[in-house]
């Protein structure tokens, strides 16, 4: 269902999200088949579950890191370190 709709946003889209899925997942496959994965580290404990995808031509990955946020607020803002992506065109 997801794979249907991001077909929709058009030639070239980032798609990021807690998708509660590991990439080898079965549900991963068409929402793969559509963009690449960004990458990055371990998002919600030591496992990856927390996506930035991409497609398009002329959309090219610089970057791409999970933020460990307890330095900034004393404590994690949540149980997920959120993942940041830079892009150019």
């Known amino acids: 269902m997801l794979a249907r ?4 946003l058009g030639p070239a889209s980032i798609l990021m999200g807690d998708f509660s ?3 080898d997942d ?5 929402v793969f ?8 580290a371990a998002t919600h404990g030591d ?3 927390d996506y930035i995808l991409f497609r398009g ?4 990955l610089q970057t791409v890191d999970a933020i460990e946020t307890a330095s ?8 997920h ?4 992506a830079s892009f150019r065109r």
């Open 21 to 23: 899925a590991h990439a």
């Open 57 to 60: 031509a002329g959309l090219t």
């Open 26 to 30: 079965e549900e991963m496959k068409p």
């Open 81 to 84: 370190r959120p993942l940041v």
């Open 5 to 8: 709709w991001a077909e929709k």
């Open 72 to 79: 900034w607020f004393g404590t994690a803002a949540s149980d």
């Open 47 to 49: 496992q990856r579950i």
């Open 33 to 40: 088949a559509l963009y690449r994965d960004a990458g990055g």
